[in-house]
């Protein structure tokens, strides 16, 4: 019989004492009516495994919050139970990291009790313990050690646990469960128990993968089950008879491959990373602030998580799993590139639960498999996932077409398995400054890109002497597989699929999958402070503005972003033009240059091309108003319908630019409506019958709407630019990768010209986005050879884009234009 189980009231009053000497319970919820329990029906409390110190945390926990306690009697009928608790499991002392499931003999009494009394309850409250799941408060390796995971602990660990650990005592009530209910649904007592136990076993299951993620295989006996999976054992013998090369070096190859991908995941090392990366952002940042965090809460405990941020920055794979980890979550695994997978890094990384995967594997079958089985395997274990659907770091600081690769891995291993349910949380990763912007900004000029390599990162580390500002991190509106699949193929339950098949509609739910994430993160961003300023300053000539100019145009981003906000999850880092300007002069992102006039704030031609990425970031927030701006500010006189319709002409391109999320129809005509009610607040457009006065020229009011609808001029020159060229050179004549080329050359012979843009102006990707969009539009198609054709509609846009553009604009596009024929 297990030692502790006759512990008499003396042994647990030497318990709670040791603990009240030892522990600090940090006890939730904090309001105990969160919990919903019904008065005047008695409680027991359930824990996971059979611990006299876990009693004891929960009862002194329970007492806390004016709760019953644990250890007290109860008296139900006829039966009288000792004490208010059960557990559900015992370690086997045959095997030191094995734990067996019980029946919990109260609650058979309880059960009994039930069926004797009509019309009693018991309330089952849950109670979750955890020791050392307070990494904030661990401070030493010893001490880490002893944090809380999956092995149950002996009489002398769990003595260390409550010494080292203690301070960090971690107790979660849950809501509870009534018994009457289970005892009702049950025709036998025994039926009853055994169904109340597999709910709560499954609950504190869960609980437990939420806090320090699910119970971990040893990694080989993982890559076993990889390789020796039907669906790898079947290509490995298709490959076998293709190729004329044995099974057992083919399985040895998937074995290597295997072994290539998968993660080591290690609780010490995580734990670990967790304290060096406490040391690193403090020296990098002045915070890590976070936004929206209920969106991931709400959704983790019972499903599977699959964070999908923007990739900023290679620091993107470490802040996330730093900020889950801090807030009581288990890191994810991580899909990284191969290109990670560095001597001593990669081992640490693979430790910190990466897990690698080549670039390219179309071509490799037999790899393929391998890593499709592989994230099928831990998907269907509920681990939580990394991945970053655009693929690869954006060079522009824009969000970038996604790649929906690992998006069609996830979805097909749901429907081959869907015992868990799957949330895509979107994150957007904001920073005032990225480490990695000198080398971008080189690449968009046409340098090669630095490939990874130790000494590469080991000269990296001199960025610890540099300051980069605050990072904003928003959890965006959880994306459920199961409703999103519903909505868009609601007889998907019906249908079996292998781990190959593709049914017809498979690629174009997961294409519109991978839109909806990207417009989804982009809705959670955040207008940072250097956002802002960067987002004025650089629309200003020589990027100098007066300061108070700069703070009334500061002000109008600030309404828009409050009163005509861009969706329910995007968020705004600050709400004081001051204090923006401010920060900004603190910080050294601005220049203040003293005047007698007025004093004046500028940046240097390096911190420009620099704050140009980190605008980029948010630019999106504001393209709707500055359209709109541009509209009226040309026109200085416009009707509502004839804004409408030409906002609807330039939606399309601009939505696929960057990724905006309003649909074509109603939402996008709201959306503007409240954009012109915003303008006309700040005086900057008036209102006569149903047309839209700009404000009078020469005021401060007409110059703070010019400069607002520079915001989207860029783009608008671009697709001028790029019609220009195709209409100029005719129907038939240039294939889609010569306008491509032909258009990145004169964008960047205009901006050298009339500096008129930053490098992504003649961002590759971006116009090449555009001639596809182009092609979807209809505007353009490729005949036998692949050169364009076009009709009098191309031609039409080419006109109407000439007046939307200013003279002067319209005009340096033209003249670039007729030199480059």
Known sequence: MNPWFGLDRLAFFLIR?????CTRANALPGNVDDLQLAPNTPVVYVLRERSASDAAAADQSARRLGLSSALGGLTLGQ???????FQLYRRQFGNRRQRSPISPPRLEKLV???RETPGADVQLVPVSVFWGRRPEKESSFWRLLFSDNWSPAGFIKKFFIIVTQGRQLYVQFSRPMSLRKLVDECETDEQAVRKASRILRVHFRRQKEAAIGPDLSHRRTLVNTVVDDPSVQAVIEEESRN???????LEAKARSYAMEIAADYSHTVIRSLELFLNWVWNRLYGGIRLYNMDNLTKVAGDHEVIYVPCHRSHIDYLLLSFVVFRNGLVPPHIAAGINLNLPVVGTILRRGGAFFMRRSFRDNPLYASVFSEYLHTITARGFSIEYFVEGGRSRSGRMLKPRTGMLAM????FLRDSRKPIAFVPVYIGYEKVIESGSYIGELHGEKKQKESIFGLMKSLSVLRSYFGQVHVNFGEPIKLVDYLDQHHHNWRNESLGSTENPPWFKHVVNELGQDVVESINAAAVANPINLLSLALLASPKHTM??????QQLSLYIDLLKLAPYSDTAALGCTDAQEIIDYGLDNDFLIRIKHQLGDVVTTDQKSALQMAYVRNNSLHLFVLPGLVCSLVMNAREIRMDVLQNMVRLLYPFLRNEYFLHWDEGDELSQAVEEVASVLERCKLVRRQGDSLMGAALHTHEADMLNHLGKTVLPSLERYYLTIRLLVQRGSGILTADQLGELAHQTAQRLSLLYEFNS???FDKVV????ISQLYSTGLVTPDDNGQLNFDSKLEALDDEARRILSADISDAIQRVTRLQG
């Open 17 to 21: 004492i040791f603990l009240r000497l």
């Open 79 to 85: 039966t009288r139970l000792r004490h208010s608790y």
């Open 112 to 114: 009994a009790a039930l």
């Open 243 to 249: 190729q004329g090369v044995s099974k057992d070096k």
């Open 410 to 413: 996830t979805l097909r291993s």
């Open 546 to 551: 007066d300061i108070g100019q700069l703070h």
């Open 759 to 761: 490098p992504e102006f």
């Open 767 to 770: 116009i090449k986005h555009f």
